[in-house]
């Protein structure tokens, strides 16, 4: 290994602890999210969620951001922010760039560019949806200035290596919440997560289980309650995780800050990971303590849900980001001023955008668009 390679190993090593511990005190979040910013190329960061129904987003936490253009963009910009709502539609995981989503040069003619992003020197920026449900999304946005450029491919490749650890993460800070100690509190918190949850004490003593794990153990394919143990049906498996558990309660630093991806399921094809992620370090261990775990378990299938009748009829026709604002548009307002003026754009370039849409999808009018649109609300 040089010596490049090796200073990137250790910098992404730290990186991804500083994610782990940032989840469990939310106050290390910005220091996190500065390291990351550091190791992809970035100027500034921000984690947030989008409901693209209601159009409604909120930074959870940030880094390097200006106050007053924060301000701006909750208050006034969001509706106009070009890539919404199509950005909710990649799937979780997949890091794209501002350009994935919409040209160059349309983004330049939008207000948002003119307004928001052009004052603030914002030249690229590099974002991923770290959880992805029907309307509302969790992600993780890097923003680039001159000083850095456009996102290139290292800055991309090293997104890649650090995504995964941010997703699981953001589970984990809903399940410790440090301000919440009494269980009820606890259980109120967890039975909010998709992922089926499990915290284990020493040999795999169940301590607390959340509604969907409670659904997992209640069908027994996967995961079994053995008196009170936990137990994986699958031979393989149930061997890692009984090594797991012994390393974990003794501190064993073999199975390390990040954690350990075991899979759950016979079939590769069916992707049931339990993801073991230790607490038996630092604030991992305060919060282990709290609740006599020495593991942290999240079983999750990777697989979509129904999409809305908008990201179907996006992936139907082919449309591109532009188009399904257009659409979504369409759905909102009638008029092509009124479309220009929620969107930010010149009347020719939402006539533009519609005659596009027209054409992907066989129709000559908006009252057209509206039934196949709700023709598609009637089959998902």
């Given at each position: 290994?040089?010596?490049?390679?090796?200073?990137?190993?250790?910098?992404?090593?730290?990186?991804?602890?500083?994610?782990?511990?940032?989840?469990?005190?939310?106050?290390?979040?910005?220091?996190?999210?500065g390291?990351?910013?550091?190791?992809?190329?970035?100027?500034?960061?921000?984690?947030?969620?989008?409901?693209?129904?209601?159009?409604?987003?909120?930074?959870?936490?940030?880094?390097?951001?200006?106050?007053?253009?924060?301000?701006?963009?909750?208050?006034?910009?969001?509706?106009?922010?070009?890539?919404?709502?199509?950005?909710?539609?990649?799937?979780?995981?997949?890091?794209?760039?501002?350009?994935?989503?919409?040209?160059?040069?349309?983004?330049?003619?939008?207000?948002?560019?003119?307004?928001?992003?052009?004052?603030?020197g914002?030249?690229?920026?590099?974002?991923?949806?770290?959880?992805?449900?029907?309307?509302?999304?969790?992600?993780?946005?890097?923003?680039?200035?001159?000083?850095?450029?456009?996102?290139?491919?290292?800055?991309?490749?090293?997104?890649?290596?650090?995504?995964?650890?941010?997703?699981?993460?953001?589970?984990?800070?809903?399940?410790?919440?440090?301000?919440?100690?009494?269980?009820?509190?606890?259980?109120?918190?967890?039975?909010?997560?998709?992922?089926?949850v499990?915290?284990?004490?020493?040999?795999?003593?169940?301590?607390?289980?959340?509604?969907?794990?409670?659904a997992?153990?209640d069908?027994?394919?996967?995961?079994?309650?053995?008196?009170?143990?936990?137990?994986?049906?699958?031979?393989?498996?149930?061997?890692?995780?009984?090594?797991?558990?012994?390393a974990?309660?003794?501190?064993?630093v073999?199975?390390?800050?990040?954690?350990?991806?075991?899979?759950?399921?016979?079939?590769?094809a069916?992707?049931?990971f339990?993801?073991?992620l230790?607490?038996?370090?630092?604030?991992?261990?305060?919060?282990?303590?709290?609740?006599?775990?020495?593991?942290?378990?999240f079983?999750?299938?990777?697989?979509?849900?129904?999409?809305?009748?908008?990201?179907?009829?996006?992936?139907?026709h082919?449309?591109?980001?532009?188009?399904?604002?257009?659409?979504?548009?369409?759905?909102?307002?009638?008029?092509?001023?009124?479309?220009?003026?929620?969107?930010?754009?010149?009347?020719?370039?939402?006539?533009?955008?519609?005659q596009?849409?027209?054409?992907?999808?066989?129709?000559?009018?908006?009252?057209?668009?509206?039934?196949?649109?709700?023709?598609?609300?009637?089959?998902?």
């Open positions: 290994m040089d010596h490049s390679a090796e200073s990137e190993s250790a910098a992404l090593s730290n990186l991804i602890c500083d994610i782990y511990d940032a989840a469990l005190d939310p106050t290390l979040w910005q220091r996190a999210l390291n990351a910013c550091r190791f992809i190329g970035g100027a500034s960061a921000a984690l947030f969620w989008h409901d693209a129904a209601t159009e409604r987003s909120e930074a959870l936490h940030l880094f390097n951001d200006d106050p007053h253009f924060s301000k701006l963009y909750f208050e006034k910009y969001l509706p106009m922010n070009p890539v919404f709502p199509a950005a909710t539609f990649m799937e979780p995981g997949v890091v794209h760039t501002t350009n994935d989503i919409i040209s160059q040069e349309e983004l330049v003619k939008t207000r948002f560019y003119r307004e928001w992003i052009e004052p603030q914002i030249v690229d920026a590099i974002a991923v949806n770290l959880e992805k449900g029907v309307m509302r999304s969790s992600l993780l946005n890097i923003r680039m200035d001159a000083t850095y450029g456009p996102a290139d491919e290292q800055a991309l490749r090293r997104t890649r290596l650090i995504v995964p650890h941010f997703q699981r993460a953001v589970a984990i800070g809903r399940l410790f919440d440090q301000s919440k100690a009494v269980e009820a509190a606890l259980t109120e918190t967890l039975d909010h997560i998709e992922a089926a499990f915290l284990v004490g020493p040999g795999g003593h169940i301590a607390f289980v959340n509604a969907p794990a409670r997992l153990l069908d027994g394919t996967l995961l079994q309650r053995k008196g009170s143990t936990l137990v994986a049906t699958v031979p393989e498996a149930q061997r890692m995780l009984k090594d797991i558990f012994v974990a309660a003794k501190g064993d073999s199975v390390g800050d990040r954690g350990v991806a075991v899979p759950l399921s016979p079939s590769p069916d992707r049931w339990a993801h073991v230790p607490l038996t370090s630092g604030n991992r261990q305060k919060a282990g303590e709290k609740y006599a775990a020495i593991a942290a378990i079983v999750r299938k990777t697989s979509m849900e129904n999409p809305t009748p908008l990201e179907a009829m996006a992936k139907l082919k449309l591109t980001g532009s188009e399904v604002r257009i659409l979504d548009a369409v759905m909102k307002v009638g008029s092509v001023k009124a479309m220009a003026e929620l969107l930010g754009i010149s009347q020719s370039t939402v006539k533009t955008h519609l596009n849409v027209f054409r992907k999808t066989g129709t000559n009018r908006q009252s057209d668009l509206v039934k196949l649109m709700a023709g598609i609300h009637g089959r998902t």
